[in-house]
């Protein structure tokens, strides 16, 4: 079983939808998560950083973290064709700098 | 403050030949962390180096490897180069400390022929 386990998609969604990312996983010591963008042929850009659980809002964008269900989402809204472009959530322990990532959902907003 | 610059941006290498990739961090950046990044696999991590000290080490052969100078540039080698090592090979900075933000270069785009 993967550290990190992320829907690859892909996700097809109208522009001005609300767009929903997850991501499972399995290590309960993981306390700070991650999401990054990744345009293609880019390298990936970070989103959001969250310590432990909760809520984080960051202009369209909210991640939350669920660490007793081992779950994190990142939630776009008013989603724009600009949005289009693989997610990546990403995490790491309280000790240590080592980061496991997901293999990344791909999104694209139709215009 | 500058990002992240990785050198070169493309590279086509043959069978069999090594390769050295280049990173130079975030200034005041300790930590220089390498993944390979491949359609099927996602990102893999390589290893990490933190004040010129190999502190984090993947699952990868031991074809690969690096080093990090004292100015914090990191290097990535890659001997006897074999088809599959074709991918996007991602160098990311940080302080280094517990929890610190992760930010990554634009890559070096390696094609093994």
């Known amino acids: 079983q993967k550290e990190v386990e992320q829907d690859p998609g892909p996700l097809s969604v109208p522009e001005g939808a609300i767009v929903s990312l997850n991501c499972t996983y399995s290590n309960s010591a993981f306390q700070y998560f991650m999401w990054y963008r990744q345009y293609s042929r880019k390298g990936p850009e970070l989103l959001m950083y969250?310590?432990?659980?909760g809520n984080k809002e960051d202009g369209r964008f909210t991640a939350q973290v669920d660490k007793s269900s081992k779950y994190i989402s990142l939630f776009i809204r008013d989603s724009q064709p600009s949005d289009s472009a693989t997610y990546l959530c990403a995490m790491s322990i309280n000790t240590g700098n080592q980061f496991y990532f997901g293999t990344g959902t791909s999104l694209t907003v139709i215009p | 403050k500058a990002g992240v610059t990785q050198t070169p941006r493309y590279l086509i290498k043959t069978r069999g030949q090594q390769v050295t990739l280049s990173c130079s961090p975030i200034?005041?950046?300790?930590?220089v962390s390498w993944y390979q990044q491949t359609p099927g696999q996602g990102l893999q991590f390589l290893f990490e180096y933190f004040s010129e000290t190999q502190r984090n080490k993947g699952n990868f052969p031991g074809r690969f490897s690096g080093r990090q100078f004292s100015n914090s540039r990191s290097e990535m080698n890659v001997s006897t180069l074999e088809l599959g090592d074709s991918a996007l090979y991602l160098c990311?900075?940080?302080?280094?400390?517990?929890?610190?933000?992760?930010?990554f270069g634009p890559g070096t785009r390696l094609t093994v022929t």
């Open positions: 990311a900075s940080s302080l280094g400390t517990s929890g610190g933000q992760q930010y």
């Open positions: 969250t310590y432990s659980s």
């Open positions: 200034s005041g950046h300790r930590s």
